[in-house]
Structures are given as structure tokens and as C-alpha cells.
């Protein structure tokens, strides 16, 4: 069983920048493959960003790519996702999830556990 903890979100500006926080309980955190996913109000959630358990192999949705950055320390079973350059289309809740695997998925079916969300809203 995992836990996640999402922290890190709020509000801020066209431009600025959020670092948000995935904090996960378990002896085996450098086992799971982690993603990042959103959810606008009245859309579906989306694929933000995708991270292997060691951190080697990564993948971003377009929409995000070169301005959002995943890592992951497996010491603090905690992964991160950088935010920079934020546009309002960003606003939405941020979720983490957790799958056991070596593989990286980028859709949601995969993923068996998920955080509570963490709200972003960016304003123009």
C-alpha cells in the first residue's frame, strides 16, 4: 500500500514559477514508476509528466514540454514537479500517482494509487 501527499501548489502569476511536491509512504518507493496528471474544472484529467524509478527515463506532454520538469529523490520517497514560465491554461488540481513497474506510462489506467490533488491557478 502506498500513500501520496501532494504539497506545493497556489496561486501565482503569468511567468512565475511552483515546485510541487509528491511525498509517498512505503519501504519500496524506488520500485514505482510515478506520474504527474491535472484536471481542469469541466475536463478530463490529463498527462502532465512521467518519471521511471530511477529517475533515467522521462516524459512530458506537449503542452508542458520545456517549461515543466519531473524528478524524483528515492531517499526522500518524494517526486517533484518543477513549474516554470506558467500560462493561466495551466490552472487546474495536480495530481501524483504510483505504479509498482519498471515501465513509464503516460495515460491514467495504469496507474493503482493517487494523491488527493494540490490546486495551481495561475492568473493572467
Known amino acids: 500500500q502506498v500513500q501520496l501527499v501532494e504539497s506545493g501548489g497556489g496561486l501565482v502569476q503569468a511567468g512565475g514559477s511552483l515546485r510541487l511536491s509528491c511525498s509517498a509512504t512505503?519501504?519500496?518507493?524506488?520500485?514505482?514508476?510515478m506520474g504527474w496528471f491535472r484536471q481542469a474544472p469541466g475536463k478530463e484529467r490529463e498527462f502532465v509528466a512521467a518519471?521511471?524509478?530511477?529517475?533515467?527515463?522521462?516524459f512530458y506532454a506537449d503542452a508542458v514540454k520545456g517549461r515543466f520538469t519531473i524528478s524524483r529523490d528515492n531517499a526522500k520517497n518524494t517526486v517533484y514537479l518543477q513549474m516554470n514560465s506558467l500560462k493561466p491554461e495551466d490552472t487546474a488540481v495536480y495530481y501524483c500517482?504510483?505504479?509498482?513497474?519498471?515501465?513509464?506510462?503516460?495515460?491514467?489506467?495504469?496507474?493503482?494509487?493517487w494523491g488527493q490533488g494540490t490546486q495551481v491557478t495561475v492568473s493572467s
Open positions: 518519471i521511471n524509478w530511477s529517475g533515467s527515463i522521462t
Open positions: 512505503g519501504r519500496t518507493f524506488s520500485s514505482y514508476a
Open positions: 500517482a504510483a505504479r509498482a513497474s519498471a515501465a513509464v506510462f503516460t495515460t491514467t489506467a495504469p496507474y493503482n494509487y
